[in-house]
């Protein structure tokens, strides 16, 4: 069961239908086969297993699942950050060029100005010695060889689009003189200070109460609008996936089980684990006491299962399922994707979370 989701869904901006990107482009992002693994005293730990996946030009691709599922470590190696001990295979390709061809220097020339992140904890990605302004301008700089008082008239433009009131006043500011939300202003203002193609958003509203990750969310697709950006959204709240996000891709164990759109996956779950992360979200209106979880708990990225890694805890599991891991296949619906040898069976049931069993809630 998904421990870290919230019974509180923030509202945000229904955002599926509009600025949809034109399929006939070639895409902004192509990710094809990743694999990146660990090497560590107790094994291979497979992070990411062959994860591919496309990104169009102003588009909003939600990447959901459990953690340790492979989420942002695949966009880490997107954006070169993964540490010389990681052993990375596949394509990275940004407008046709390879990331992971490029040198280290290039990569860097890449970050902030083509592809930005925005992370989970602000309070650690910001510098507490340094002003804001300072940071903020140091972002501008590190790219354009611009004088610091042109940069600082930057930042102050960038902290007004974020909604920081009196902009120039906060860039004298330190970073614990914000609050949380102030915080994550701040580094959605340093992330398209730049104005990248892409920006990646790692848990973009972790540790923030529901009023203000609304705010945070809005925002940023506020300033999606403003720069151009296509966003690659990180989270395990289905909620902020389906109000933000295009396309959908749900991950487990490292790799991709279930894409398509928004609309597909979550009204039409192919796969048995992404409707049981859809019936796992309590239902606030609801009078009953029950919950209906996922049981067991993700498989060790060192020691896989022979098959499908989701069997141990699938109530669909059948033989093949344990002998062979499934492909990601075509299924009844336009560029819908699931690896799962029983999808067919998942698309007859009307409301797929029925397969597991409600648990009474406070119940062992």
């Known amino acids: 069961m998904m421990t870290e989701h919230s019974g509180s869904t923030p509202q ?10 034109d399929s006939s482009k070639a895409p902004l992002l192509q990710v094809e086969d990743l694999t990146v693994r660990f090497p560590t005293e107790d094994g291979i730990v497979n992070a990411v297993r062959g994860v591919s996946y496309c990104l169009a030009e102003r588009e909003v691709l939600g990447i959901v699942g459990e953690s340790g599922s492979g989420k942002s470590v695949s966009s880490m190696a997107v954006m070169g950050l993964l540490p010389r001990s990681a052993l990375i295979s596949g394509r990275i390709l940004l407008e046709g060029q390879d990331i992971l061809k490029m040198s280290a220097k290039q990569q860097r020339s890449l970050r902030g100005r083509r592809v930005a992140m925005i992370f989970q904890d602000p309070m650690t990605a910001l510098n507490p010695v340094y002003t804001i302004g300072d940071q903020l301008a140091e972002a501008v700089r590190s790219h354009a060889a611009i004088p610091k008082k042109a940069a600082l008239a930057r930042a102050a433009e960038m902290l007004d689009l974020v909604g920081i009131p009196q902009p120039k006043e906060r860039l004298r500011a330190y970073p614990h003189e914000f609050s949380g939300g102030m915080r994550q202003r701040v580094m959605i203002a340093m992330a398209v200070i730049n104005n990248p193609d892409i920006i990646i958003a790692d848990e973009p509203t972790t540790a923030l109460d ?22 690659i959204l990180i989270t395990h709240d289905l909620g902020v996936v389906a109000g933000m996000a295009h396309r959908v891709v749900v991950m487990y164990a490292g790799r991709p089980v279930e894409i398509g759109t928004t609309d597909e996956v979550f009204g039409s779950p192919r796969m048995p684990y992404t409707a049981g992360l859809l ?37 669909l599991v059948e033989a093949r399922c344990v002998d062979v891991e499934p492909d990601l296949q075509d299924t009844d619906q336009v560029s819908h994707l699931a690896a799962c040898h029983r ?8 409301d797929p979370s029925v397969i597991f069993t409600p648990t009474k809630v406070g119940s062992l």
């Open 12 to 21: 945000v901006p229904d955002n599926s239908a509009d600025n949809s990107a």
């Open 210 to 231: 529901v009023t203000v990750q609304a705010q945070i969310l809005e925002t940023l697709l506020e300033v999606k609008d403003a720069v151009n950006a296509a966003i």
């Open 279 to 315: 019936g796992s979200i309590p239902d606030l209106e609801a009078t009953v006491d029950r919950l209906t979880p996922i049981p067991g708990a993700p498989p060790s990225l060192i020691n896989l299962p022979k098959g499908c890694p989701f069997s141990p805890r699938c109530p």
């Open 343 to 350: 999808w067919p069976l998942v698309s007859q049931l009307e």
